[in-house]
């Protein structure tokens, strides 16, 4: 970690740092001028800024730091995905996935150091959560994965999900500032339909996402309809309901009328039954949506385990019959322990110290 009480430059608004430059009776431009090296070139140092005086570079010097990750470890999968881990500017680490598919690569990245949420069958759960991921570490790891896309696939990076480490309604604020800079012209430029927020789903907070007027898309880990078995999966639901999820769709639904997509694991013995599937369909009625069925991601010898192909079979079947579009998702990485709700900073010793 460095050690100096100059401020992170990245953490500044291009406003603020225009500021910075007139009272150092400099022009209002260098401030756009810098802020294009910082963001859209996402420059590591103040020296490779080619048109900026080197005179002005060591002033920024004296009064600035460039906090930037670095990736500590990259693992590749059989499969073709590649995990991330990532050192933060406090040595910490989170863990991001590039996952490659004929038509695109998609970045899976952290919006905490580990989560509070205890979703029982999640690795990342038993991490608790450290703290917030700042707005600029969210865009770096887009930004190591955009890079490692046109270096390993010489393809780009077609799109992003808030589905590694953390709960993102948790971190809202840094969350949607690094969404504004990864959909900016002046950052990457993405747009923002490319980009999917999964959560558990806190309904005060979708609320508040639809009043914002966001324009990318909505997850929600639903894994049951059922009040019962979802709190006994996910203990935040028994604090918000799925009645009080419910009205929090319906509002996001009135105001953005954009669908969302649930996000649905089937365990042996939890939700594998015709009455966990009906009761899933009769969920995604309430305003439109699809379903995505995930493979269990086994995360130690516990209590859960993967349903059988039947149980999955008759979820599809329920499900299309009530004209709700349901897709079962492949799992990716699992050799490197890349998948969904298996990222724990396993090869970190120390990490859960
Ligand atoms: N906190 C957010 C994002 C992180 S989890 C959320 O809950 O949506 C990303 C997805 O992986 C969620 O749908 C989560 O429920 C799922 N997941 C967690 N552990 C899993 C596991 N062991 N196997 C399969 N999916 C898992």
Redesign the pocket.
Known sequence: MESTDKRDIRKLSQEELEEFFVKKGDKKFRAKQVYDWLWNKSLKNFDDMSNISKETREMLKDNFIINHIHVDLMQHSVDGTIKNAVKLFDDKIVESVLIPTSKRITACVSSQVG?S?D?N???TARLKRMRNLNPDEIYDQVVAIKEEAETYFNRPLTNIV???M???LLNYNNVIDAIEKITSPDGLGMAPRRITL???GIPKMIKKMADDGVKFNL?I?L?SAINETRSRLMPINEVNPLEDLSDALKYWYKKTKRKVTY?Y?IWEGVNDDEKHAKALAKFCKIIPSKVNI????P?DEGEFRQASKEAVDLYVKILENEGIVAKVRKSRGQDIDA????LANKNEVGQLS
Request: aromatic letters at 10%.
């Open positions: 989560c949420l979703c069958f999640c690795a808030f589905m590694g953390g709960e993102p999964s959560t558990v997850a880990s894994h996000e694991v995930i493979q269990y991601n995360i998948a969904c709700g298996q």
